[in-house]
């Protein structure tokens, strides 16, 4: 724990040309890391929604502010990225792009409001797709507490009732005018993945929060996802070495010992993943 960083995520740009070739682009990937530093875990907690550039839509103000703040030798991440998306832009000038955005908890806060400015930075931006994890959500362990917050006290919960209501009246209507001056009123961006710890055969039913919001639990899960009410996939091709070395008090005892043997040794001998994306034959 510090009390600054100089970095919060990276920009990649895919040059493998044989998945340039699948996907037909080259993808821009720009992740986006958690909580690190104590002026973090401080603006986490300024919860209070504050109107962002279009006043019809407001944001968490600790969020807009590690979004939007410069630092004394350094840009913002706003000003950070759509620097560096225009540069890329003008280098692949003339390919097909696209740009995928990820994070994990605060980083998938912060994936959001980096994929709004960048929408608009520039005429004929790539298509942009944001996979979040444990955060205002698109990938959420059902376990995991902070995926609830803020919010869930003073506001998303009536907001939520009056969603059902008015959609069992035959309407869509979201938000009520009480709401648009509640500044506690939270809704969620995007397509929710619910994923479930207990569905993983490796990991303890009652594992502790800090397990439920654990990146390597996500990915652990979305790896052997198939759907909400199909079992965990046999063939799930994630290394556990990980999970087992950051979450051992959560795993089953059972397969403790089984997790390590098996992958401790498919990394010894240097074994390849393979994709887990289907083969056209599958």
Not at 29 to 53: D, F, K, Y
Not at 152 to 159: N, R, Y
Not at 175 to 196: C, F, M, Q
Not at 248 to 263: D, F
Request: net charge positive; glycine share 6%.
């Amino acid at each position: 724990m510090t009390q600054r960083s100089s970095w919060i995520g990276f920009v990649a740009v895919c040059d493998d040309k044989r998945e340039i070739q699948r996907m037909g682009r080259r993808d821009i990937v720009i992740a986006l890391r958690g909580t690190a530093t104590c002026m973090e875990w401080a603006e986490n907690l300024r919860a209070q929604l504050v109107p962002i550039s279009d006043p019809t839509q407001k944001v968490e103000c600790g969020f807009l502010s590690l979004h939007k703040t410069p630092g004394a030798y350094v840009p913002s991440l706003a000003e950070s990225v759509v620097e560096e998306v225009k540069r890329l832009m003008e280098a692949y000038k003339g390919e097909t792009l696209s740009i995928t955005i990820t994070g994990h908890s605060l980083g998938a806060a912060l994936s959001l409001l980096v994929a709004d400015e960048i929408s608009s930075c520039a005429p004929q931006v790539p298509p942009i797709a944001v996979f979040s994890f444990g955060g205002p959500k698109v990938v959420v362990n059902g376990q995991d507490l902070i995926t609830r917050v803020p919010g869930v006290f003073l506001g998303e919960g009536s907001k939520q009732q009056q969603q059902k209501k008015h959609e069992n009246n035959g309407f869509r209507k979201v938000i009520d005018k009480i709401d648009d001056n509640n500044p506690w009123a939270y809704s969620h961006v995007g397509t929710e993945l619910r994923v479930d710890t207990k569905m993983s055969p490796y990991l303890k039913p009652d594992a502790d929060v800090a397990c439920c919001h654990d990146l390597e639990a996500y990915l652990h899960l979305v790896d052997g996802y198939l759907s909400s009410n199909c079992p965990f996939r046999s063939n799930a091709k994630r290394s556990l070495v990980k999970l087992v070395h950051d979450q051992r008090s959560n795993m089953k005892q059972l397969y403790t010992h089984r997790a390590l043997t098996l992958n401790l040794e498919r990394d010894r001998l240097r074994v390849p993943i393979p994709s887990c994306l289907p083969s056209p034959s599958s």
